[in-house]
Every structure is written in structure tokens, then in C-alpha cells.
């Protein structure tokens, strides 16, 4: 490759500076040294100059505002392209014609750190020596850091960057990141739109904390002070209450729904007293601020801290190590990070407003064991056990071309009772939610990327379960728990075992009459019944029971009794809900892929399973687990949703 240099990165696995293995950068080498050795310039076949790579709707093919849109290199552009000139800096970020001041905020606060920066931006990219068209940046996505390759092909119109571009117009580092994050995420028009913590967690594997200004903490400058110095990353905007008023602009010239860098705080001294500044910076790269202020240049100025909290309702800082900002020493963090689903009808409940689906969801364990260390340090607190918990949803903006946004999301914490204490193998059903209030939870349900809370419990066993506000919404979602000792974690999910009765070989005489009778009639002369004959036989039965009548054989007795245990609205099935705990009552506990399977395979669109689909449902386990005692093999992969099949005989 281009022998480019990765510098040990601020990691969050065990605090402290780490140099953990990134995603490898061969690809990068190998395709840039066949461009120099062929001779031509890279064009990524993946994330092509294109109409699908702006957008799907405002700036999807032939709309009008990709008219006359040119995909240029920069070398098309101007005589003497740079990647960057003397050192990237935050006044190299302007925002174009896209909507993604969020991003442009975070890539401003990233230039404030060398080591960060170079590690999203690795050394030796250039447009002059070795240059191949082709250039690589680091992006964390949901617990791994990708390499990302992009070729340096760039929307313009009218001979001028469409998107970021830097403020001299021949500096190329800000345009050729937003074009990899944008290759992330699907397109540039899915960046439209978002929160600087997003940015700021992609840039730094980090986990963001928000300040609400209306209400802030009474040591707020101090934090600021503190993250600034420990390398965190910081942003503000204002809250708009409807869509008018998106980029509308206040009294003192300040933008609403538009991210803000906070770059800098110093205290100095005005009228005898210490005035407290905040620098800000405005990724349009122009200021309009009236308030009192020391403008600079290229969009930042300095405000006081007095007119920031007036102004501003949300700041939010990404901390390298989520005790950033609670200690006066350093500590080091443990962290655990756990993928997760919600699919509809098996792990999709809902938040706790459902309390009949709210005990479907993933469920995961936290052990905390040992105190704080710096339990005096506030006056004598009782001694607890802090952690912070960071849930996060993902692939949503990849997946906005299919009409998906972010969802609503949140978590509850529960302190595991005497009964489950020491207990795994076990997802606690409904009654134990119904019977028990959450110890904690996070602030609000909210429709981010990220929901994340601090806590601080006495040692002992939690539950930590995380929804969507809704029951039925699907999504995929990372986990990361943060705890200042170690703490024991895991996911609690049922461990797969049945308990099958001992087969019985029925006489002649024991059949039944009436079903010999039924069988006979739609057998026919071969004596033998198809599926569909079968279905009709059991909705026969159900109906004859129902009416008070026999005519069940044997077998289905106790199947026929679980099943109406179930319907609870005597509607003759049964919601995809019950059937975890229809299957436990005929003997057989299953983890929640098995459980997503059989879902898929058995439910109707509206997650009602009838009679007959319960029966089926039982003979395929039935005849699973006599072949494999131990349990079925999974498929890696289940289906998200019933128009894909699933495998006839998962053994």
C-alpha cells in the first residue's frame, strides 16, 4: 500500500490510549497500486459518479435539483488540487446544498483533535505524489471501524462543488469525507437532516451525553471546560416546535435546526468580573450573531455563556471515555457490546405502555458487584454502582430509500428478584414485568439514532430491556453497556430444550368413532389425507369441541386444552405473542431465533396462528428434537419477514 501510519486512537475498551486492529486497509493499497500500475484513475464500481449515489427523492434521478449536476475530480477543478493545506482545520468545512450541518459540525469539531482527525483522515493522501484518483477514510459503524474507499469523483454544478467544499475552493479533504460517509449510508441525500452526536460517534467510536439548556446542571460551564480539555467533542442547536421553523433565524441572527461546533470556552475579565465565553462555529462558514460577541472569521464567534444558555436548548459532547466528565481523576471503563432485533411478533414488544408484549423483547443481564471507587467523593453518597447504557439503531438512514426512518426508542432497567438471582438460560415472561416497577430507565423514548443514560445502583442484578415505543417495530440495534468495574453481562434468552411425552401406540378400540369416521371420508380408497385434508380434520375438531361435542383423537387432547388456554378471545387462534408460552405448556422452551423461525413459518400477516398452523408447528418440533435431542441447527441468517422462505427441515 501507501505505508499510511494509524496512530494509537483514545479507545473506549478499558479507557485510556489503545491501539486496537482496525478494519485493514489492503483493499485500499492493493486497488491504488493497480490504478498507478495500469495507469488509470480509480472509479468505484460501488458508489459510481451517478444519479443513484445523490438520492432517491429531492435528489433522485431528474429531479430538479440534480439538473445539470457534473461529476468532476478535482483535478478537473482547479490547476493545483490539495487534500489538505497546512494542517486540516475546522474554516476548511463549508456546507453546500445539503442538509447535513449535523455532519459538518462534528467533521469541525473532529480538526480540534490531531489524533482523532488522523485517524478518521489517515496520513499520505495526496493529489500529487502517487496519486491514483482513489482515497480512504475510517468510519465506526456499530462497534467496528470500516475502511472506507471512495474515488474522487465529486458532484458539481456550474464548475463548483455541489456539497461541502472548503473556503479557499482548492482544499479537497472535507468533500472526499462526506462523499465516504456518505458511500456508508447509501447516498448524499440520506445525510439530509440529523444529529451531530451521530457524527460525532462515527468519528470516535465515542458515546454522547445531552444537555437540555432549559434545565441545565448548575456546573455546566465546568463540563464544557473539562470535555473541551479532555478531547471531547461538543455541538448545540436550537429546537424548532414545527418544520416552518427549520432554518428559520431568531431575533439575534441564530439559525433553529441547524448544528452548531462548540470549539473553545475561556473565562476573561469584563467590568471586574470573569465573563464566561463559549466559541462557536457555523458550518455556512458566515456569522450573523448580534449578541454581544468577538467575531472572528469563517463563521466562528465567541458569545457568553449567559446569552449560549438564553439561545440555545440543546448541547450535546461525545466522550472518548464515558467518565470524562464525573471524575476529578482518571478512571478506566469496562464496556460490552451486544447486536440485537426487534421483529414483529417474536422480540418486537413495545415499551412498557404494552404490558401484554412489553416481556417479548431482547433482554440482557447486568451483574454489578463492586462499588465505585470514588464513592465519598460527593459528601458521603451511598456507595453504588455506576454504568451507562447506549442503545443505538441501526442502518436507518441506509435505509430511508425504502420510506424507514429512525424509530422511537428507549430502555428499562429492573433489578433481577430472589428467584432469578444467579439464574441464566432464562427470558423473564410477563407476570415478573407486571409484578415489578423499573428501577430506572432512560430520560424519553425519542426518535434519535442513539438513547443513551448514566446510572448509579447498588450491586446486584439488573435486567436492562430494550424497545421500541411501539410493539411491531422492526429494527436492528447495537447495545453498548459502559460500567467503571467490571460487571458481569449477558444476554438472558431461553436455553432450547424439550421435554416430549413418552410415545403411546393407540389399540383399535382407543380411536375414536367419529374421527375414524371423518378420516374415512376424506381419505378416500388410499387411506391416506393431504395437508390440506389434515387442515380440514383439526377445524372439524375445534369446531365440534366448541360446540360441546368429542371427536378429538388422544393426542390432541392436551394440545387442543394448551391451545384454548391461549385464545383468549375465543376467536380460534391464538396471537404469535402466546406461542412462546403455548410452546413452554406442551414442553418445549426455545431461544428467540427459533422462536423468529416458527413466526415466520406459521403465522399469518396478522400474527394469528390458528389451530391447525399450532399443530403443525408442534409436529415439526416434535420431530426436530427426537432427531436431535440437543436441539435443532439454526440457519445463520432468519428471515425478517413471511414472503421469504424458510427451509423446509432445519435440523
Known amino acids: 500500500g501507501l505505508g499510511v501510519t494509524k496512530p494509537p486512537i483514545f479507545c473506549l475498551i478499558q479507557g485510556g490510549f489503545h491501539c486496537p486492529h482496525p478494519s485493514p486497509s489492503s483493499d485500499f493499497g492493493l486497488l491504488a497500486e493497480e490504478c498507478r500500475r495500469s495507469g488509470s484513475l480509480f472509479r468505484d464500481p ?99 471501524w470500516l475502511d472506507v474507499v471512495v474515488d474522487d469523483f465529486l458532484p458539481t454544478k456550474d464548475g463548483k462543488l455541489l456539497f461541502v467544499h472548503s473556503a479557499e475552493g482548492s482544499e479537497f479533504w472535507s468533500a472526499l469525507l462526506e462523499k465516504a460517509y456518505a458511500k456508508v449510508n447509501g447516498c448524499y441525500e440520506a445525510l439530509s437532516g440529523g444529529s451531530t452526536s451521530e457524527g460525532f460517534e462515527d468519528f470516535t467510536g465515542g458515546v454522547t451525553e445531552w444537555f437540555d439548556l432549559r434545565r441545565p446542571p448548575a456546573d455546566l460551564y465546568q463540563i464544557i471546560l473539562k470535555a473541551l480539555e479532555r478531547g471531547s467533542l461538543l455541538g448545540c442547536s436550537i429546537d424548532i416546535t414545527s418544520a416552518f421553523d427549520m432554518e428559520a433565524v431568531t431575533f439575534k441572527k441564530l439559525v433553529k435546526g441547524h448544528a452548531y461546533s462548540v ?91 404494552y404490558p401484554a408484549t412489553f416481556w417479548i423483547n431482547p433482554q440482557f443481564k447486568i451483574h454489578l458487584e463492586e462499588v465505585d471507587d470514588d464513592r465519598d467523593e460527593d459528601g458521603g453518597r451511598e456507595p453504588g454502582c455506576s454504568f451507562l447504557l447506549a442503545l443505538m439503531q441501526k442502518h436507518r438512514r441506509r435505509e430511508r430509500r425504502l420510506g424507514k426512518d429512525m424509530e422511537t426508542i428507549g430502555f428499562a432497567v429492573y433489578e433481577v428478584t430472589a428467584s432469578y438471582v444467579g439464574r441464566s438460560g432464562v427470558h423473564l415472561k410477563r407476570e415478573f414485568f407486571l409484578a415489578n416497577a423499573s428501577r430506572a430507565r432512560s430520560e424519553q423514548f425519542i426518535n434519535l439514532r442513539e ?64 374421527f375414524k369416521q371423518l378420516f374415512r371420508q376424506l381419505a378416500g380408497p388410499d387411506q391416506e389425507i393431504s395437508v390440506t385434508e389434515l387442515q380440514t380434520i383439526l377445524n372439524r375438531i375445534i369446531a365440534k369441541r366448541e360446540r360441546g361435542g368429542a371427536g378429538a383423537p388422544p393426542q390432541l387432547t392436551p394440545n387442543l386444552s394448551i391451545f384454548r388456554k391461549f385464545d383468549l378471545d375465543k376467536s380460534g387462534s391464538i396471537s404469535a405473542y402466546e406461542l412462546r408460552l403455548a410452546l413452554e405448556a406442551a414442553g418445549y422452551r426455545l431461544d428467540k431465533r427459533l422462536h423468529e423461525l416458527l413466526i415466520t413459518r406459521y403465522a399469518e400477516p396478522d400474527l394469528a396462528l390458528d389451530f391447525d398452523s399450532f399443530v403443525c408447528c408442534l409436529v415439526r418440533l416434535e420431530t426436530m428434537f427426537s432427531e436431535r435431542p440437543q436441539g435443532p441447527e439454526l440457519p445463520q441468517t432468519v428471515p425478517k419477514d413471511p414472503s421469504h422462505p424458510v427451509p423446509n427441515h432445519p435440523k
Open 46 to 144: 460501488t458508489f459510481p459518479p451517478a444519479p443513484s449515489s445523490l438520492g432517491f427523492r429531492e435528489l433522485g434521478p431528474g429531479s430538479s435539483k440534480t439538473r445539470g449536476v457534473q461529476w468532476k475530480r478535482p483535478t478537473e477543478l482547479c490547476p493545483r488540487p490539495q487534500f489538505i493545506v497546512d494542517g486540516a482545520t475546522r474554516t476548511d468545512i463549508c456546507q453546500g446544498a445539503l442538509g447535513d450541518c449535523w455532519l459538518l459540525a462534528a467533521i469541525a469539531s473532529l480538526t480540534l483533535n490531531e489524533t482523532l482527525l488522523h485517524r478518521v483522515v489517515p496520513h499520505g493522501q495526496s493529489f500529487q505524489q502517487g496519486y491514483a484518483g482513489i482515497f480512504h477514510f475510517q468510519i465506526w459503524q456499530f462497534g467496528e
Open 263 to 353: 470549539t473553545g470556552a475561556k473565562q476573561i475579565p469584563y467590568q471586574g468580573q470573569a465573563l464566561e465565553l463559549i466559541r462557536m462555529r457555523n458550518p455556512w462558514g458566515e456569522v450573523e450573531w448580534t449578541g454581544l460577541m468577538v467575531k472572528m472569521e469563517d463563521g466562528e464567534f465567541w458569545m457568553s455563556f449567559r446569552d449560549f444558555l438564553r439561545e440555545f436548548t440543546r448541547l450535546e459532547i461525545c466522550n472518548l471515555t464515558p467518565d470524562a466528565l464525573q471524575s476529578r481523576k482518571f478512571r478506566k471503563w469496562n464496556t460490552q457490546l451486544y447486536d440485537g432485533t426487534w421483529r414483529r411478533g417474536s422480540t418486537a414488544g413495545g415499551c412498557r405502555n
Open 451 to 514: 438513547v443513551s443514560t448514566r446510572f448509579r445502583l447498588p450491586p446486584g442484578e439488573y435486567i436492562v430491556v430494550p424497545s421500541t415505543f411501539e410493539p411491531n417495530r422492526e429494527g436492528d440495534f447495537v447495545l453498548r453497556v459502559f460500567s467503571e468495574k467490571r460487571a458481569g453481562t449477558e444476554e438472558m434468552d431461553d436455553k432450547i430444550q424439550a421435554t416430549l411425552p413418552d410415545e403411546k401406540i393407540l389399540s383399535e378400540g382407543e380411536i375414536d368413532e367419529n
